[in-house]
């Protein structure tokens, strides 16, 4: 489908919220797995596909409703961002998970990479030729990014991580090559743990990231955040230590986390030649933004993004959301981003 032409078009970062008829929300308030949790579904195996497949054509719906120009499947049919994807490799052991800690000392149950890590057939294929066939909107679907994925697994097999990140990424581009033949409009890579080890990040992940998106000829995106709203508590950083090297990546837009932590806009200086996706959504924040809030967030970034450049999206994913609130959210996106729009023409 074609992409929109208008300025300021609006999209979402990726997930929407969950039936609750769907997924145990409660449970998962507690979690973002990085191992498989199927008990996370309330639906009986023999007719989960079918349960997703109805829940995707709400979130479809929900999207258009709002009038948000660059649509997702909400990433309906996944535990989380990245778990669907890499538990699905051949390598990753999931049945006898390791556990890394984090610097705050919490310790999460992770994959083992126990040999080669292989992607051995399409994950998320169906999931965008569902989307493809039930919306006229451009659509998007999102990858866990391979550097992002390397840090959130227990290597018992690589010499290095770079090594483990590289194969994580060609992986990656197997599977990125076919969802661009289902018609994806934009693909994203999601890759917000770049700050959890900036070193490492400086040192591949750029080179992680354009392999992954070799030989991908739509748009594509890298998003960046600081964590869901609902999961990371708490006052977050207002900048990145990474933004300026993903300058150098192939990627045609940088997704940033920017109303919640009230970014320091300035950096957007760092990424000047690609086009930048604004959270102007802060997920954090219970209440509604109007559309005139929305707007003078749009106006923020018009002070450093050509018009041209400027892609208005939420914080992050909605997936931890009420999804009244969601949708509401969404409306004042849409809304905020035709205010802009109008005063530019």
């Known amino acids: 489908m074609p992409m929109p032409t208008h300025l300021l078009p609006t999209t979402v970062v990726g997930s929407y919220p969950q039936p609750d ?19 996370l579904w309330r639906i009986q195996p023999e007719f989960l596909e079918q349960a997703q497949d109805d829940a995707t054509l709400l979130a479809i719906a929900d999207m258009e409703r709002a009038g948000i120009d660059i649509i997702t499947d909400g990433e309906i049919r996944r535990e989380s961002y990245s778990n669907r994807f890499a538990t699905a490799l051949e390598g990753m052991d999931n049945e006898n998970p ?20 292989r992607r051995i057939g399409p994950v998320e294929l169906r999931d965008m030729q569902f989307l493809r066939s039930n919306t006229r909107s451009a659509a998007k679907i999102t990858l866990p990014g391979p550097f992002t994925m390397a840090q959130q697994a227990k290597n018992e097999f690589y010499a290095d991580d770079e090594e483990m990140a590289m194969d994580l990424a060609a992986a990656v581009n197997a599977e990125a090559l076919e969802l661009q033949a289902a018609g994806a409009d934009v693909i994203q890579l999601d890759e917000p743990w770049l700050r959890n080890d900036p ?4 040192r591949y992940a750029v080179k992680a990231i354009n392999r992954a998106l070799e030989g991908i000829t739509v748009t594509t995106v890298v998003h960046l955040c600081f964590g869901y709203a609902a999961v990371v508590p708490g006052q977050k950083p207002t900048g990145y230590s990474f933004l300026p090297g993903l300058a150098d990546s192939t990627a045609t837009q ?4 920017a109303a919640q932590p ?10 000047s030649g690609k086009k930048i996706m604004l959270g102007v959504l802060d997920l954090g924040d219970p209440e509604i933004e109007s559309a005139e809030t ?10 450093y993004v050509s018009p041209e ?15 009244e609130r969601a949708f509401g959210k969404l409306c004042a996106l849409a809304q905020g981003a035709r205010i802009v729009r109008a005063e530019l023409s």
């Open 21 to 39: 008829w769907l997924i145990n929300r409660e449970m998962l308030s507690k979690m973002v797995p990085r191992t498989r949790v199927t008990e």
């Open 98 to 117: 390791g556990v890394i800690v984090s610097k705050a000392g919490l310790e999460t149950p992770v994959p083992r990479v126990v040999s080669r890590l």
């Open 199 to 202: 070193e490492a990040a400086k």
């Open 254 to 257: 940088i997704s940033i986390e």
């Open 262 to 271: 009230r970014l320091d806009l300035g950096v957007l200086a760092d990424l």
């Open 294 to 303: 929305v707007a003078a967030r749009i106006r923020a970034g018009l002070k």
């Open 309 to 323: 450049n400027l892609i208005p999206a939420p914080d992050c994913g909605m997936k931890y959301m009420p999804r």
